[in-house]
T-cell receptor, first 115, second 113 residues
Framework: NAGVTQTPKFQVLKTGQSMTLQCAQDMNHNSMYWYRQDPGMGLRLIYYSASEGTTDKGEVPNGYNVSRLNKREFSLRLESAAPSQTSVYFC??????????????FGEGSRLTVL | QQQVKQSPQSLIVQKGGISIINCAYENTAFDYFPWYQQFPGKGPALLIAIRPDVSEKKEGRFTISFNKSAKQFSLHIMDSQPGDSATYFCAASGPTAGNQFYFGTGTSLTVIP
């Protein structure tokens, strides 16, 4: 059972380049999330998808787009990367997204450097 | 605006001692308060969680104390071990808060043998 799988694990981009971070979960979870982790800032929510077919902005959505491709997959796209987007990105999923809040399961992270 | 405030930023404890990490929140719509543990190079993993209908929850050496009136909750690690050395995040969530998880800024715990 793989849980939450993120690709790639490492990426170096030049300013202005674009890229997509992929995330897939095999736990049949309804909700999926993208966070970024920066030193001293904790985990900040970029976008989330409460269920298949819906996406919503989190705390720090600027410069990012997302696609909930199906129930399993949730991708994060950087259209024109900036050095401020250098970070560790985590995808997460949870079983419920409605009135009952469930446990978040995280992937191992994607380490992105923008030069 | 930080929805969940966490302290201290770092903590050094001797083996066998008690580690205490504190968090405070403002939004009374939160009704789920988990703690996550993260080892270097890994994603966070759920350690223990509490809902506001109880004031304390214990799982092995880990205890959450919850004070609803003060809007504070804390993690206590009893008999701390070197293997507990990790970063700990508190978080808060709730359906009427958009069902988002809001995380504290993290505490780096080092347990000295």
């Amino acid at each position: 059972n793989a849980g939450v799988t993120q690709t790639p694990k490492f990426q170096v981009l030049k300013t202005g380049q674009s890229m997509t971070l992929q995330c897939a979960q095999d736990m049949n979870h309804n909700s999926m999330y993208w966070y970024r982790q920066d030193p001293g800032m904790g985990l900040r929510l970029i976008y989330y998808s409460a269920s298949e077919g819906t996406t919503d902005k989190g705390e720090v959505p600027n410069g990012y787009n997302v696609s909930r491709l199906n129930k399993r997959e949730f991708s994060l796209r950087l259209e024109s990367a900036a050095p401020s987007q250098t970070s560790v990105y985590f995808c997460a999923s949870s079983r419920t997204g409605g009135r009952n809040t469930g446990e978040l399961f995280f992937g191992e992270g994607s380490r992105l450097t923008v030069l | 605006q930080q929805q969940v405030k966490q302290s201290p930023q770092s903590l050094i404890v001797q083996k066998g001692g008690i580690s205490i990490i504190n968090c405070a929140y403002e939004n009374t719509a939160f009704d789920y308060f988990p703690w996550y543990q993260q080892f270097p190079g890994k994603g966070p993993a759920l350690l223990i969680a509490i809902r506001p209908d109880v004031s304390e929850k214990k799982e092995g050496r880990f205890t959450i104390s919850f004070n609803k009136s003060a809007k504070q909750f804390s993690l206590h690690i009893m008999d701390s071990q070197p293997g507990d050395s990790a970063t700990y995040f508190c978080a808060a969530s709730g359906p009427t808060a958009g069902n988002q998880f809001y995380f504290g800024t993290g505490t780096s715990l080092t347990v000295i043998p």
